[in-house]
C-alpha cells in the first residue's frame, strides 16, 4: 500500500470530501509501514474496506416551527465499519453537517472505538438542523420526525448513536422517546440517556475526565505534573465544561473558552463558581459565552480563537480544524507543552506536524476523547444487564482504560530517539484490532 496513492484514488472517487480526505490521510500515513509488514491484508484489499463505509443513510426530515412554517433538513447515518461490534457513534446537529464531515467522523470514530478495548463498531449521524435559538418544542419535533426515518437503522445490536455537537441530553431524551415508541420495545438503543432511563452515571462528564486522565499519563511520561498549569480550553459545551471540572479538581487553572462568536480570558482563572455560572449559561439559558466577559469583567474576542494566549497545556474542546499552522507556531512559541485534543480533528495536519518537531506532547483526538464513547460502551452493559453501576465504579473503569489507551499508544508509536508518537500509537493500535477482524470474517 501506498498511503499516498490510495489518498489521491479517494479524492479521484470523493472529490468534494475534504475532511474525509484529511482524515484518511493522517490514518494512512502513519499505519503505511505496519499495514505493508502484512502482504495478507493487501490481497483483500483491506484499505479501501477499511476507509470506504459499509453504508450511508442520507434522507429529508420535514418539520413545523413553531411559527406554523415547513421546514426541510437533510439529515444522514454514516455505518463505517462492524467488524468488532454493533455500530456506535455520536449525532451532530449543526448547520455545517454535511456526508464530508459524518464520513471523517464515522472512519475516526471505528478507529477510536477499536481503541477503547470494548466491543463497537463505528458510526456517525447528524443534520444540518442547528438547536441554536430554536425553542424546546421546535428541538422535540425536529428530533421525533428524525427518528421517524432513522429508527429503523438502529437497534441495541445493530447501531447505538449517542450526542456529538448539538447533541446533549435534551436532544438524546427526546429521539429515545421517539424511538420507543416507533419500535415498542425498550432497550439500551442510544446513550447519553437519562438517570432515570438506563443512562450511566459519569457518562456526561467523561470526555472531558477521559481527556485530563490521558493528558495527566501523557505528562508522567515526562515528570511532570498537572498541578498548578494553566490551561487554554477551547468551546464551552459538554467537553469544554467537563474538561474545566476536572483540570480544577486536580489543581490545573483554565483561563479561556469560546463558542463559535469568539473566546474569553480570565486571567484569575475559571473557578469552580464561575464554571456553574457557564453551566447555567449554556446548557440552561442557552446563551453565549461572551456574557462571561460581561460578567466578571474579563477579555472577550470576537471572532478569534484562544491560541494566542500563554498558558502551559491546550486543551481544544470544540471543532474540526481550529488550531491551524500559525495558531500551533504560536502556541510553542509561548512555550506550550502538551496538546490533547478533546474534540474530533481539532489540528490541522501542518499543525500537528508544529507540534511533532517541536517535541511536545501531543495526543489525537481519537486517543484522548475515547473516554465518551468508551462510557457509553459502559452504559450498554448496564442496559444489557439491566443494572446501574456507581459513580465510582464506572470513573474508576474510565480511568482504567484511558491508562489502557495510554499504554497501547506507547507500546505502537515509541520512537528511536524514546519519544512517543501518539498519532502512530493511537493509529497503529485502533487499526490493527478492526484489521484482523475483518480478516478473519472474509471478504463481506
Ligand atoms: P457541544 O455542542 O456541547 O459544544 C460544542 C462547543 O463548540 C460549543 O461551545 C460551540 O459553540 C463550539 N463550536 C461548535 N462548532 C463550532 C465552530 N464551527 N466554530 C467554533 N466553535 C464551535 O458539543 P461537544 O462538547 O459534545 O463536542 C465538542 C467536540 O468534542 C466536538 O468535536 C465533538 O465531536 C467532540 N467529542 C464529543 C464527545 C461527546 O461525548 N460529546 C466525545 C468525543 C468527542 P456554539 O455554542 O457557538 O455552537
Ligand atoms: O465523537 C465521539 O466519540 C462522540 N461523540 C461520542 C460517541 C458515543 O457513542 O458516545
Same mark, same amino acid.
Given at each position: 500500500?501506498?498511503?499516498?496513492?490510495?489518498?489521491?484514488?479517494?479524492?479521484?472517487?470523493?472529490?468534494?470530501?475534504?475532511?474525509?480526505?484529511?482524515?484518511?490521510?493522517?490514518?494512512?500515513?502513519?499505519?503505511?509501514?505496519?499495514?505493508?509488514?502484512?502482504?495478507?491484508?493487501?490481497?483483500?484489499?483491506?484499505?479501501?474496506?477499511?476507509?470506504?463505509?459499509?453504508?450511508?443513510?442520507?434522507?429529508?426530515?420535514?418539520?413545523?416551527?413553531?411559527?406554523?412554517?415547513?421546514? /426541510?433538513?437533510?439529515?444522514?447515518?454514516?455505518?463505517?465499519?462492524?467488524?468488532?461490534?454493533?455500530?456506535?457513534?455520536?449525532?451532530?446537529?449543526?448547520?455545517?453537517?454535511?456526508?464530508?464531515?459524518?464520513?471523517?467522523?464515522?472512519?475516526?470514530?471505528?478507529?477510536?472505538?477499536?481503541?477503547? #478495548?470494548?466491543?463497537?463498531?463505528?458510526?456517525?449521524?447528524?443534520?444540518?438542523?442547528?438547536?441554536?435559538?430554536?425553542?424546546?418544542?421546535?428541538?422535540?419535533?425536529?428530533?421525533?420526525?428524525?427518528?421517524?426515518?432513522?429508527?429503523?437503522?438502529? %437497534?441495541?445490536? #445493530?447501531?447505538?448513536?449517542?450526542?456529538?455537537?448539538?447533541?446533549?441530553?435534551?436532544?438524546?431524551?427526546?429521539?429515545?422517546?421517539?424511538?420507543?415508541?416507533?419500535?415498542?420495545?425498550?432497550?439500551?438503543?442510544? #446513550?447519553?440517556?437519562?438517570?432515570?432511563? %438506563?443512562?450511566?452515571?459519569?457518562?456526561?462528564?467523561?470526555?472531558?475526565?477521559?481527556?485530563?486522565?490521558?493528558?495527566?499519563?501523557?505528562?508522567? /511520561?515526562?515528570?511532570?505534573?498537572?498541578?498548578?498549569?494553566?490551561?487554554?480550553?477551547?468551546?464551552? %459545551?459538554?467537553?469544554?465544561?467537563?474538561?474545566?471540572?476536572?483540570?480544577?479538581?486536580?489543581?490545573? /487553572?483554565?483561563?479561556?473558552?469560546?463558542?463559535?462568536?469568539?473566546?474569553?480570558?480570565?486571567?484569575?482563572?475559571?473557578?469552580?463558581?464561575?464554571?456553574?455560572?457557564?453551566?447555567?449559561?449554556?446548557?440552561?439559558?442557552?446563551?453565549?459565552?461572551?456574557?462571561?466577559?460581561?460578567?466578571?469583567?474579563?477579555?472577550?474576542?470576537?471572532?478569534?480563537?484562544?491560541?494566542?494566549?500563554?498558558?502551559?497545556?491546550?486543551?481544544?474542546?470544540? /471543532?474540526?480544524?481550529?488550531?491551524?499552522?500559525?495558531?500551533?507556531?504560536?502556541?510553542?512559541?509561548?512555550?506550550?507543552?502538551?496538546?490533547?485534543?478533546?474534540?474530533?480533528?481539532?489540528?490541522?495536519?501542518?499543525?500537528?506536524?508544529?507540534?511533532?518537531?517541536?517535541?511536545?506532547?501531543?495526543?489525537?483526538?481519537?486517543?484522548?476523547?475515547?473516554?465518551?464513547?468508551?462510557?457509553?460502551?459502559?452504559?450498554?452493559?448496564?442496559?444489557?444487564?439491566?443494572?446501574?453501576?456507581?459513580?465510582?465504579?464506572?470513573?474508576?473503569?474510565?480511568?482504567?482504560?484511558?491508562?489502557?489507551?495510554?499504554?497501547?499508544?506507547?507500546?505502537?508509536?515509541?520512537?528511536?530517539?524514546?519519544?512517543?508518537?501518539?498519532?502512530?500509537?493511537?493509529?497503529?493500535?485502533?487499526?490493527?484490532?478492526?484489521?484482523?477482524?475483518?480478516?478473519?470474517?472474509?471478504?463481506?
Amino acid at each position: 500500500m501506498n498511503a499516498q496513492n490510495v489518498v489521491e484514488s479517494l479524492k479521484k472517487r470523493f472529490p468534494n470530501e475534504p475532511e474525509y480526505i484529511q482524515a484518511v490521510s493522517v490514518v494512512l500515513n502513519s499505519i503505511e509501514e505496519e499495514y505493508n509488514k502484512h502482504p495478507e491484508f493487501e490481497k483483500a484489499n483491506l484499505i479501501e474496506r477499511l476507509c470506504i463505509p459499509d453504508r450511508i443513510f442520507t434522507f429529508r426530515v420535514s418539520w413545523v416551527d413553531d411559527k406554523g412554517n415547513v421546514q /426541510t433538513n437533510m439529515a444522514y447515518r454514516v455505518q463505517h465499519n462492524m467488524a468488532i461490534g454493533p455500530y456506535k457513534g455520536g449525532i451532530r446537529f449543526h448547520s455545517s453537517v454535511n456526508p464530508s464531515i459524518l464520513k471523517f467522523l464515522a472512519f475516526e470514530q471505528t478507529f477510536k472505538n477499536s481503541l477503547t #478495548t470494548l466491543p463497537m463498531g463505528g458510526a456517525k449521524g447528524g443534520s444540518d438542523f442547528s438547536p441554536r435559538g430554536k425553542s424546546n418544542n421546535e428541538v422535540m419535533r425536529f428530533c421525533q420526525a428524525y427518528l421517524l426515518e432513522l429508527w429503523r437503522h438502529i %437497534g441495541p445490536d #445493530t447501531d447505538v448513536p449517542a450526542g456529538d455537537i448539538g447533541v446533549g441530553g435534551r436532544e438524546v431524551g427526546y429521539m429515545f422517546g421517539m424511538y420507543r415508541k416507533l419500535a415498542h420495545d425498550f432497550t439500551g438503543t442510544f #446513550t447519553g440517556k437519562g438517570l432515570e432511563f %438506563g443512562g450511566s452515571l459519569i457518562r456526561p462528564e467523561a470526555t472531558g475526565y477521559g481527556n485530563v486522565y490521558f493528558l495527566t499519563s501523557m505528562l508522567a /511520561t515526562r515528570n511532570i505534573e498537572l498541578k498548578g498549569k494553566k490551561v487554554l480550553v477551547s468551546g464551552s %459545551g459538554n467537553v469544554a465544561q467537563y474538561t474545566c471540572e476536572k483540570l480544577l479538581q486536580l489543581g490545573a /487553572t483554565p483561563l479561556t473558552l469560546s463558542d463559535s462568536n469568539g473566546y474569553i480570558y480570565d486571567p484569575d482563572g475559571i473557578t469552580r463558581e464561575k464554571l456553574d455560572y457557564v453551566m447555567e449559561l449554556k446548557n440552561v439559558q442557552r446563551g453565549r459565552i461572551k456574557e462571561y466577559a460581561e460578567k466578571y469583567g474579563c477579555k472577550y474576542v470576537e471572532g478569534a480563537r484562544p491560541w494566542g494566549e500563554k498558558a502551559d497545556i491546550a486543551l481544544p474542546s470544540a /471543532t474540526q480544524n481550529e488550531i491551524n499552522a500559525d495558531d500551533a507556531k504560536k502556541l510553542v512559541a509561548n512555550g506550550v507543552i502538551a496538546v490533547s485534543e478533546g474534540a474530533n480533528m481539532p489540528c490541522t495536519p501542518e499543525a500537528i506536524k508544529i507540534f511533532q518537531d517541536a517535541k511536545i506532547l501531543y495526543a489525537p483526538g481519537k486517543a484522548a476523547n475515547a473516554g465518551g464513547v468508551a462510557t457509553s460502551g459502559l452504559e450498554m452493559s448496564q442496559n444489557s444487564e439491566r443494572l446501574s453501576w456507581t459513580r465510582e465504579e464506572v470513573d474508576a473503569k474510565l480511568k482504567g482504560i484511558m491508562a489502557d489507551i495510554h499504554a497501547n499508544c506507547v507500546k505502537y508509536g515509541k520512537e528511536a530517539d524514546g519519544t512517543i508518537n501518539y498519532v502512530k500509537g493511537a493509529n497503529v493500535a485502533g487499526f490493527m484490532k478492526v484489521a484482523k477482524a475483518m480478516m478473519a470474517q472474509g471478504i463481506i
